[in-house]
């Protein structure tokens, strides 16, 4: 049994920072991948950022620049510093771990994000 535990997430004017936390625990022998997805009502759930347990990054082009993702193996950690935040930015996120040689991909539960003046 895998729990994603997820924090940091509350409304921010424009132009604020956000730090979101994802930490992991359970029967975890390996991580593969780990990401930061959103949906934002009426959408899709899409990537916002990835990492593999290497440290290759990549980001959606709606962030890149403002958003920075980056991962603590040894406490199965994941996090997203967002900066620059915008209206649009508003959504749901929810972090994803795959793990176990690829076998297992476990969510968190969401933690919104709402960006308003």
């Known amino acids: 049994q895998v729990q994603l535990v997820e924090s940091g997430g509350g409304l921010v004017q424009p132009g604020g920072s956000l730090r979101l936390s994802c930490a992991a625990s359970g029967s975890i022998f390996s991580i593969n991948h780990m990401g930061w997805y959103r949906q934002a009502p009426g959408k899709q759930r899409d990537l916002v950022a990835s990492?593999?347990?290497?440290?290759?990054?990549n980001y959606a082009d709606s962030v890149k620049g403002r958003f920075i993702i980056s991962r603590d193996n040894a406490k199965n950690t994941v996090y997203l510093q967002m900066n620059s935040l915008k209206p649009e930015d508003t959504a749901v996120y929810y972090c994803n771990v795959v793990m176990n040689n690829w076998s297992y991909s476990a969510w968190g539960q969401g933690t919104q994000v709402t960006v308003s003046s």
């Open positions: 990492i593999t347990s290497s440290g290759s990054t």
